[in-house]
């Protein structure tokens, strides 16, 4: 591993290429279901995938209407005419021999993404474009054969391809962070970063600093979550400087990367474009969209991460709290319908209990509750009428996400409302100090040792079972001791 200082020599550069598989109800070309999560192997697939003669392909609309929705959610300009070129590459799990894909004429052209930073500021990276394709089988091999399993032959995918406008393994994963946010708030995919719906290739090169040309750069394949992608970049950049400090050179190649061992391995040379040998496919006319029907698609696009950040930005949240809450859409729905109906405040109580809810390390966690908003806006109203306490509140919380019964009804069958009826708790308080294992405490008090006043508020909250309101117990404990 080279030092801190060799590594401070170099510059790392990072462009992402990120397939991201279209949410349609079947294939690219075919009627074939699009969904093979659970299915058995070679069971959802169909004659025009497998490119059998006499079989044409139809173009899916509800995929290409799904790509103008990502353009708009990328910053794009979509293309009023795109086409399908075929990638004449060996792939043994497309039966057809080559991938129809766009290389000339892509729909999607240009944008820009601009992901935060855990420091606050911004990483803007630049798209060079993104276009359609289908997607190839999938492979598993043994010691001596490999196994085909079609399934996801002809899945719809857009390829989005970044500018290498990333130089720190941070800035990567920032990206493809809020690249996977701006896709599945969008619609376009279900975002499963499980089962592959979005797939992250990372290109990285070292250079001196201060050099005029990028260096010869490495493609680690098919990572699957944010932090791979960090790690990965991580590694290739400490192996690459590695081999300049020694004389060798870095080549050029497709790497695989492993999760349990931390490193990238050599998979392939990097082909270049020509070696794809493309060419238009004479089978599947050109998409021809106008600026109206482009409009009219991305016309009812919900709202993006950047519109809940701006409207969060007065509740002075954590930069914590607001990323945690955009990691599931329906949380951050929820909290802006609060925000409307309650006010700035109940919102804002709202938003740290959800916060506390995602763990950090729960990428994207696909959970498909949809919330009432009156539920929660209940609890907060109760906690701040001094009903429950912070404690009780997160109880209550806990039980909202996976129960349709009211807070109030919760925290009654739970026995914890809390007593701030000043009368009750002066009695009990007045009970506590005429008990005389409280002289020593209320003595101590006198004497300026505050911290004996916890003593007595627990004897109050062990008296009320835990039900009396500690803020007014102390208040009214002070008072009485006061007098004393």
């Not at 020599?9 to 009627?31: D, M, P, R, W």
């Not at 169909?46 to 899916?60: A, E, K, Q």
């Not at 990572?223 to 400090?245: G, H, T």
Request: charged share 25%; with cysteine.
């Amino acid at each position: 591993m080279a030092t801190a200082e060799v590594l401070a020599k170099y510059e790392l550069t990072i462009g992402i290429e990120c397939h991201v598989q279209l949410a349609t109800n079947t294939k690219l070309f075919s009627g074939a279901d699009n969904d093979a999560r659970g299915k058995n192997p070679n069971t959802v697939v169909n004659p025009i995938d497998f490119g059998l003669p006499g079989m044409l392909p139809v173009l899916n609309h509800e995929a290409v209407k799904l790509a103008v929705r990502a353009g708009k959610a990328l910053n794009a300009k979509i293309a009023n005419i795109s086409r399908f070129d075929r990638k004449h590459y060996f792939y043994p799990d497309l039966p057809k021999g080559y991938q129809t894909s766009q290389m000339y004429n892509p729909i999607i052209l240009g944008g820009l993404v601009e992901a935060p930073l855990e420091d606050g500021s911004i990483v803007k990276v630049r798209l060079d474009h993104a276009h359609m394709e289908e997607d190839a089988g999938k492979l598993t091999h043994y010691t001596d054969y490999s196994l085909v399993d079609l399934n996801r032959a002809g899945t719809p995918l857009i390829e989005i391809v970044s500018q290498p406008d990333m130089h720190s393994p941070a800035e990567a994963k920032a990206y493809v962070t809020e690249l996977h946010r701006l896709m599945t708030y969008a619609g376009v995919t279900n975002g499963d970063l499980y089962h592959g719906n979005m797939r992250f290739d990372v290109n990285v090169s070292v250079a001196p600093k201060g050099a005029a040309e990028l260096g010869k750069r490495a493609e680690v394949k098919n990572l699957n979550s944010f932090r791979s992608v960090e790690r990965a970049a991580e590694y290739e950049f400490n192996r690459q400087v590695d081999l300049v400090e020694r004389g060798e050179k870095v080549v050029q190649e497709t790497r695989g990367w492993s999760d349990a061992t931390g490193k990238t391995t050599s998979q392939r040379s990097k082909e270049d474009a020509q070696d794809y040998r493309y060419m238009p496919d004479a089978d599947i006319p050109p998409i021809v969209l106008t600026d109206a029907e482009i409009e009219e698609i991305q016309n009812d696009l919900p709202a993006l991460p950047s519109y809940y950040r701006d409207k969060w930005a007065k509740l002075g949240l954590d930069r914590s709290v607001t990323e945690s809450l955009l990691n599931n859409q329906n949380y951050a729905i929820l909290v802006s319908e609060i925000q409307d109906a309650a006010g700035d405040d109940t919102a804002k109580r709202v938003a740290h209990w959800f916060s506390s809810a995602v763990s950090p390390e729960d990428e994207a966690a696909e959970i498909a509750s949809v919330f009432s908003p009156e539920a929660f806006i209940e609890l907060s109203q109760m906690v701040e009428k001094n009903e429950l306490s912070s404690t009780a509140a997160k109880e209550v919380f806990n039980e909202l996400l996976v129960s349709d019964k009211s807070a109030r009804a919760i925290a009654e069958s739970r026995n914890l409302l809390q007593v701030s009826d000043e009368s009750a708790i002066a009695a009990i308080v007045d009970e506590v100090l005429a008990d005389p294992s409280s002289a020593q405490s209320v003595a101590d008090i006198k004497a300026g040792k505050d911290k004996a006043i916890g003593f007595l508020v627990g004897q109050i909250m062990k008296k009320s079972q835990g039900k009396a309101n500690p803020a007014l117990a102390q208040k009214l404990l002070r008072e009485k001791i006061g007098e004393l």
